[in-house]
């Protein structure tokens, strides 16, 4: 069966530190990557995504970057965190192809910006 | 107007009650829809797919109405532990499967 995983859990970062999160996935092959914000009190945003190793489409301008050096790793990183970049962080797969479409997702990392 | 909308709640139901949730969505390409279930500080689940012919798992019954492009979910019999945010969820019409969330809608069950 398929598995994500996201870590850290819990992260408290001074303003203008980096930040690095990772999720990775097993159980399934040349999955399409997802990365969510859930800001307090708000729907989710959708950050990034991804349909192959090196390929990344961004959602909307910020000061976040993503990476995917490997198929089943998905990586969410800023030289430089804001305040406004707290919340709480989603990962999530899907197969790819029409009816594939069904996200799942990680457990997330709550990201608090001091 | 959003993409998606739900009436955020919170919906405040006794043991056992009925209830149902609504959503609209405003791009009439959509083509994939689900129900979502987010408990406090914990990732959304997948609850169930909703289908045009309408379907039903358990005590949970999805209706899709394309005409209206409008989704619902209804909820019998309800348990406390039901009480949880449900989230509607769009697919639109790209191959990239991105999904459009709506705000969610909180149901907190009472005994």
């Known amino acids: 069966s398929q598995t994500i995983h996201q870590w850290p859990a819990t992260l408290v970062q001074p303003v203008g530190s980096p930040l690095s999160l990772e999720c990775t996935v097993e159980g399934t092959s040349n999955p399409n990557l997802y990365w969510y914000r859930q800001a307090a009190g708000r729907g989710l945003q959708l950050l990034f995504y991804s349909v192959g190793i090196g390929q990344i489409s961004s959602e909307v301008p910020q000061n976040l970057s993503a990476s995917r050096p490997q198929d089943r790793q998905f990586i969410l990183s800023s030289k430089k965190l804001l305040l406004s970049d707290s919340g709480f962080y989603l990962c999530?797969?899907?197969?790819?192809?029409?009816?594939?479409?069904?996200?799942?997702f990680g457990p997330g990392t709550r990201l608090t910006v001091l | 107007r959003k993409e998606v909308e739900q009436d955020p709640g919170p919906f405040n139901v006794p043991e056992g009650a009925t209830v149902a949730f609504n959503c609209t969505y405003s791009?009439?390409?959509?083509?994939?829809f689900f129900w979502y279930r987010q408990d406090c500080r914990k990732e959304p689940k997948l609850l169930m797919s909703v289908y045009s012919s309408g379907n039903e798992d358990g005590r949970f019954t999805a209706q899709l109405n394309r005409a209206s492009q409008y989704i619902s979910l209804l909820i019998r019999d309800s348990k406390l532990s039901d009480s949880a945010t449900y989230l509607c969820?769009?697919?639109?019409?790209?191959?990239?499967?991105?999904?459009?969330f709506g705000q969610g809608t909180t149901l907190q069950v009472k005994p």
């Open positions: 791009n009439s390409a959509s083509q994939s």
């Open positions: 999530a797969w899907s197969g790819q192809g029409k009816y594939l479409v069904t996200q799942y």
């Open positions: 969820v769009v697919i639109g019409s790209s191959n990239t499967g991105k999904l459009i």
